[in-house]
């Protein structure tokens, strides 16, 4: 193809509005609980059941489909098909009158809520109840932050591309830092923290990523399955989730500012917050490339995780883990483990 007919073809895709037409989240589930804007999505089985259920709560900022974009490209139907039962915490949309949640409201109530449904719901499938647990990105620090304290019915614990060691987060650490973060105005004027806004800031930290974004268009227009998979991650990436307010002050503060997971000195609700007192084993999953979580930001949970805890690296990025082989691959043999 010349380059003529490549930029031709090219300009045919997107005049097609793919973004628009991309479907993602079309895994078979059913939601088996609701608590104001969150879901717990049960994914069943399609195979013979291999070890626990395993519960998995995403990030607060983003849409779940990213676990599920595509039928290839679905870490919750590669676990299904190898006979993983998946719960999937599924956070929703706040709007503005959730500005005041607090991070205890979501780590200490509905957290807990949605772990105890699942298990129920386990047992009702002819289980023990049992669950593992997986984390991704805050959804993993919020996990890590709930099982310190209480693990409840999951009895061990992945955490994927999610920050404990916050001040080894690179050029967001430097950002993020009382010094040149207006935190106190940011929430007191806009409420709920905009998507918007965090979308755009996750993209200055790469910017060149922006430009890679669109020669790996043009160099590979003519893969159907690419383009496919190209537009889908662009609607995944257009489509944030406002982080609510009260929460969000919180947790910068807390994390970003303070680093208390790694230091101490926290009190969520009226409980200190020890990663050190956590009893059940770990493992924290990092991708080489990812420059929100870097691998040295993930780890530091082998530093303050109470039990034995492992680290793994994966291939890719920080989002692009989710859609790579590597990742289902690294989970079912983690969760064959466990079964040992």
Same mark, same amino acid.
């Given at each position: 193809m010349t380059p003529i007919d490549r930029?031709?073809?090219l300009f045919r895709f997107l005049q097609a509005d793919p973004v628009a037409r991309a479907r993602a989240g079309q895994s078979p589930h059913t939601i088996i609980h609701r608590q104001n804007k969150a879901v717990l999505r049960f994914f069943p089985a399609r195979g013979p059941r291999q070890g626990a259920p395993l519960f998995i709560s995403m990030p607060l900022i983003n849409t779940w489909t990213i676990f599920d974009l595509l039928p290839e490209r679905s870490v919750v139907a590669a676990l299904t098909? =190898?006979?993983? *039962?998946?719960?999937?915490l599924d956070w929703g949309r706040p709007g503005p009158e959730d500005r005041g949640v607090r991070l205890d409201d979501l780590i200490d109530d509905l957290l807990?809520? =949605?772990m105890d449904r699942a298990s129920r719901h386990a047992r009702s499938e002819g289980g023990d109840g049992a669950l593992a647990g997986l984390g991704y990105c805050v959804g993993g620090t919020f996990l890590s932050l709930r099982l310190a304290h209480d693990p409840g019915p999951i009895s061990t614990l992945a955490l994927l591309a999610a920050p404990i060691d916050f001040h080894a987060s690179g050029r967001l650490a430097a950002w993020a830092s009382p010094d040149s973060f207006p935190l106190d105005d940011l929430v007191d004027g806009l409420g709920n923290f905009p998507a918007s806004l965090m979308r755009t800031s996750f993209q200055l930290l790469r910017p060149a990523g922006q430009v890679a974004k669109w020669k790996g268009l043009y160099e590979r227009i003519e893969d159907p399955g690419f383009r496919q998979l190209w537009a889908a991650m662009e609607q995944?990436?257009?489509d944030g989730v406002e982080f609510p307010g009260?929460?969000?002050?919180?947790y910068v503060r807390r994390c970003y500012f303070d680093n208390a997971l790694i230091t101490g000195g926290w009190t969520l609700g009226d409980r200190p917050v020890d990663l050190g007192r956590a009893r059940i084993p770990a493992v924290a999953f990092a991708a080489d490339g990812d420059h929100i979580c870097p691998p040295q =930001?993930?780890?530091g949970l082998a530093r303050a995780w109470g039990a *034995?805890? &492992?680290?793994?690296q994966l291939k890719g990025g920080h989002v692009g883990v989710c859609v790579g082989k590597a990742l289902p691959a690294a989970l079912i043999a983690?969760? &064959?483990e466990q079964a040992e």
């Amino acid at each position: 193809m010349t380059p003529i007919d490549r930029m031709s073809e090219l300009f045919r895709f997107l005049q097609a509005d793919p973004v628009a037409r991309a479907r993602a989240g079309q895994s078979p589930h059913t939601i088996i609980h609701r608590q104001n804007k969150a879901v717990l999505r049960f994914f069943p089985a399609r195979g013979p059941r291999q070890g626990a259920p395993l519960f998995i709560s995403m990030p607060l900022i983003n849409t779940w489909t990213i676990f599920d974009l595509l039928p290839e490209r679905s870490v919750v139907a590669a676990l299904t098909a =190898a006979g993983i *039962p998946v719960y999937l915490l599924d956070w929703g949309r706040p709007g503005p009158e959730d500005r005041g949640v607090r991070l205890d409201d979501l780590i200490d109530d509905l957290l807990p809520r =949605a772990m105890d449904r699942a298990s129920r719901h386990a047992r009702s499938e002819g289980g023990d109840g049992a669950l593992a647990g997986l984390g991704y990105c805050v959804g993993g620090t919020f996990l890590s932050l709930r099982l310190a304290h209480d693990p409840g019915p999951i009895s061990t614990l992945a955490l994927l591309a999610a920050p404990i060691d916050f001040h080894a987060s690179g050029r967001l650490a430097a950002w993020a830092s009382p010094d040149s973060f207006p935190l106190d105005d940011l929430v007191d004027g806009l409420g709920n923290f905009p998507a918007s806004l965090m979308r755009t800031s996750f993209q200055l930290l790469r910017p060149a990523g922006q430009v890679a974004k669109w020669k790996g268009l043009y160099e590979r227009i003519e893969d159907p399955g690419f383009r496919q998979l190209w537009a889908a991650m662009e609607q995944w990436s257009e489509d944030g989730v406002e982080f609510p307010g009260e929460a969000y002050r919180e947790y910068v503060r807390r994390c970003y500012f303070d680093n208390a997971l790694i230091t101490g000195g926290w009190t969520l609700g009226d409980r200190p917050v020890d990663l050190g007192r956590a009893r059940i084993p770990a493992v924290a999953f990092a991708a080489d490339g990812d420059h929100i979580c870097p691998p040295q =930001a993930a780890f530091g949970l082998a530093r303050a995780w109470g039990a *034995p805890t &492992q680290t793994r690296q994966l291939k890719g990025g920080h989002v692009g883990v989710c859609v790579g082989k590597a990742l289902p691959a690294a989970l079912i043999a983690w969760s &064959q483990e466990q079964a040992e």
